[in-house]
């Protein structure tokens, strides 16, 4: 039998999926010609994509360490914390993108009820931002036993 959606148990490592739905997404999003026009789009475009691409490949090097000892929970927090950075990195740059692109504050012409591009775009980032914290909270409290 399913689980009804709203009472699904929610993993730390959710974030791993978020992060591809919010790659994916930023490419899309910034290889479109309508929201970044092509003769300035790659001054800002690249930077954006490549922070969203770092901060999966820290999360996924996270993932891939087994905490078993003080330094795999180190480690294992460096790559969870780089993430985080990277991510820090992408909002920043999001909100510079929002700031000179005009094409990012108009509604979408298909779908004029939604604000497809701004709202889904910092919707995808607020939610990953969110389960990357919660993964290293959870990560920092099974860790406690190795850090001493």
Excluded at 7 to 25: C, F, G, H, M, N
Aim: overall charge positive.
């Amino acid at each position: 039998m399913a689980v009804p959606k709203s009472q699904r148990a929610k993993t730390p490592l959710t974030v791993l999926t978020e992060l591809d739905a919010l790659i994916s997404y930023t490419i899309q999003l910034c290889t479109d010609e309508r929201r970044f026009p092509k003769r300035y789009r790659w001054c800002l475009t690249k930077d954006i994509i490549d922070s969203a691409i770092k901060a999966k490949a820290d999360a996924a090097r996270a993932n891939s360490v087994y905490v078993n000892d003080r330094e795999s929970a180190i480690l294992r927090r460096t790559y969870q914390q780089k993430a985080i950075a990277n991510l820090a990195a992408l909002g920043t740059l999001m909100d510079t993108a929002f700031k000179v692109f005009s094409g990012l504050r108009h509604l979408d012409e298909e779908k004029p009820k939604k604000h497809v591009n701004i709202a889904t775009w910092t919707a995808r980032y607020d939610k990953t931002k969110a389960l990357m914290l919660a993964w290293k909270k959870s990560d920092t409290e099974h860790a406690r036993k190795y850090m001493g």
